[in-house]
């Protein structure tokens, strides 16, 4: 029962973010605007999956297509953000290896019949690497108020998120082999840190900055 509470809590939070953006939508810069598109894709994966789930159909071929978009949509929101020449060049090297290798994976050895651990574990590292680097050019401002900068909270979000997403998948082959109550308390904690994430991408889409 907590953990099907837990599930619809995630799905609220998700949906309130969703909405905050949508309210928020005119005011926000071109970067939170995509943002804004990646939480509705997330909202809608999330309810095809359940959907799909219900009537016993396959459902995992979802987290392969939104794990490619997220990287996308990421991807370009950062390179917006991102003020050194360097980074952003590594960004898009990055990006576009990423997009070669998930290619490759759905044809080899991380087909759309089965978790795609290697393709989201690849892509979270990206996001955490570069999520630091727009964190620490945050910090170093020294004429804004970091906490009222929605970068702060995007990057923020985005860390918690694919640290919490590592966390799952690192542990996923020894959770098949556990017992159901601590697969239970697993999954409690990993949607724990995402709907904690969820609730920052709002924080950041009523800055005014």
Excluded at 27 to 40: N, Q, S
Excluded at 114 to 143: C, H, P, R, Y
Aim: include cysteine.
């Amino acid at each position: 029962m907590k953990l099907i509470f837990l599930f619809y809590f995630l799905v609220f939070i998700q949906i309130v973010t969703a909405i905050t953006g949508g309210i928020r939508y005119k005011y926000l810069p071109l970067p939170l605007r995509i943002l804004e598109g990646l939480i509705l894709v997330s909202v809608v994966e999330v309810f095809v999956q359940w959907i799909l789930g219900t009537h016993h159909i396959h459902n995992a071929w979802t987290s392969h297509v939104y794990t490619l978009i997220e990287i996308v949509c990421i991807s370009v929101i950062y390179f917006v953000w991102l003020k050194n020449d360097t980074y952003r060049f590594m960004l898009l090297v990055c990006l576009s290896s990423f997009i070669i290798f998930w290619v490759v994976s759905k044809f080899t050895f991380e087909p759309f019949s089965m978790l795609d651990g290697w393709s989201a574990s690849v892509s979270k590292i990206i996001q955490i690497t570069f999520s630091v680097f727009i964190l620490v050019e945050v910090i170093k401002e020294n004429d804004i108020v970091w906490t009222d900068d929605p970068r702060f909270w995007v990057v923020a979000s985005v860390i918690i998120y694919s640290a919490g997403i590592l966390f799952w998948f690192a542990l996923f082959n020894k959770m098949l082999s556990i017992s159901p109550d601590r697969l239970r308390q697993v999954t409690s904690m990993n949607w724990i840190l995402t709907s904690i994430s969820y609730l920052l991408f709002a924080r950041s889409f009523l800055c005014k900055r």
